[in-house]
């Protein structure tokens, strides 16, 4: 008996307009049990955009195709499969290859004859046709919505969202200015203040991050990490001007995925400003020099012979090391004891650097004098 699995795709678009996997699935099969033909397995992608192949379960289905585990594909519709013409044409040819028939509920053809073939082609084509218009015309609204100063997405730190538009939050604005403050103030100081140093200073404030101020729980997320002021730190819109459609997707797949958008496209949303673009500047300086700071100190770490190669016990971390200078000795350490969280705070001691390389260069001395070593 002939064996036909069923593909089923929904956007994030199309779920929120409530579309269907299982309503997809349900007709799918319907019309395979018309034939009398062997029910085989349901390959959803839901959430998943049709502009690209990479999606977990075709990928699947495609593997499955080339071991012969059935004999048809059933699709809803073609542009399931892919809403771009070259991608799918790709996988119409790769589903015969493999001796793998195509078919849709909706739109019925013979891929066994020209008339056929140019039929799907043309389904193919419109469905990419398709596709950028309604990217075309969501594109255009959401321009449309900015260039009236709205704002789109969750308020960033400090911020508000009210009618549309940002307003100041006034106790988290109090943080953001403290923030910038201690920072800007040691621009130009020789006891830089590192972003690790400004994380203590951060959580001993006792402030709730966006998250937490969001859930009214006591949890993880009431501690600040490095990464999160860094960025709260790098955007301009605490200055009171938000630059927004910057970037766009890069068409050659090498490189950055995203690329920097003609001045003239972009958009700026005016918000109230919590910090002067003086102060930012000096900031900015000032993350500028603590980054090319920790690009030496991190050259200096692949002189060190176990740096970032060797792990935790503990907590799976990577060691990294700290020269003692008044004791004039190193150690290496794991880099999860210096996380400021309640939790998830690695408690392993440091390691005297002899007392690990010396151990670890005797075995390597031993695999290379004798390499039956490594096969057992």
């Known amino acids: 008996m002939k064996k ?13 307009k409530g579309s269907s996997l299982d309503e997809q699935g349900k007709k799918c099969k319907y019309l395979i049990k018309s034939q009398d033909w062997d029910v085989g397995d349901v390959y959803q992608d839901g959430g998943r955009g049709g502009e690209n192949i990479e999606r977990p379960e075709l990928q699947r289905l495609m593997s499955d195709a080339k071991e012969g585990k059935f004999d048809a594909v059933v699709v809803y519709k073609v542009d399931r499969l892919s809403r771009s013409l070259k991608d799918f044409l790709e996988l119409q040819d790769y589903f015969t290859s493999h001796s793998v028939e195509l078919i849709s509920v909706l739109e019925p053809f013979d891929t066994s004859t020209p008339t056929g073939r140019l039929f799907i082609n043309m389904l193919g084509s419109f469905a990419e046709f398709e596709h950028s218009q309604i990217k075309e015309r969501i594109n255009m609204g959401q321009k449309a919505y900015m260039r009236k100063g709205n704002w789109k997405g969750n308020a960033p730190y400090g911020y508000d969202v009210k009618n549309k538009k940002l307003v100041i939050k006034k106790d988290e604005a109090k943080v953001i200015k403290k923030m910038f403050k201690l920072v800007s103030e040691r621009c130009y100081d020789t006891n830089r203040l590192t972003l690790m140093k400004l994380q203590k200073i951060v959580n001993s404030w006792d402030v709730p991050t966006k998250k937490a101020g969001n859930n009214k729980k006591e949890s993880d997320s009431c501690f600040w990490v490095a990464s999160t002021i860094r960025n709260i730190l790098k955007n301009h819109v605490y200055t009171g001007v938000k630059q927004v459609n910057k970037l766009t997707k890069n068409p050659n797949k090498e490189g950055n995925k995203r690329i920097i958008k003609p001045k003239e496209e972009w958009i700026e949303i005016r918000v109230p400003a919590i910090i002067s673009q003086e102060v930012f500047d000096r900031v900015q300086m000032a993350l500028k020099r603590n980054s090319e700071f920790a690009w030496r100190k991190s050259k200096k770490n692949e002189d060190k012979l176990l740096a970032k190669i060797i792990y935790c016990t503990e907590c799976g ?19 999860g004891t210096k996380q400021n969280r309640r939790s998830n705070k690695c408690t392993a001691s440091y390691i005297a650097d002899y007392r690990i390389e010396e151990p670890v260069w005797n075995r390597l001395k031993e695999f290379i004098l004798n390499p039956s070593l490594i096969e057992k």
């Not at 036909?4 to 929120?16: G, K, L, N």
């Not at 971390?317 to 880099?335: D, E, G, I, L, S």
Request: charged share 25%.
């Open 4 to 16: 036909a699995v069923i593909y089923t795709r929904v956007s994030s678009e199309e779920q929120i």
């Open 317 to 335: 971390r990577k060691y990294t090391y700290w020269n003692a200078h008044k004791k004039q000795k190193t150690y290496y350490y794991c880099q």
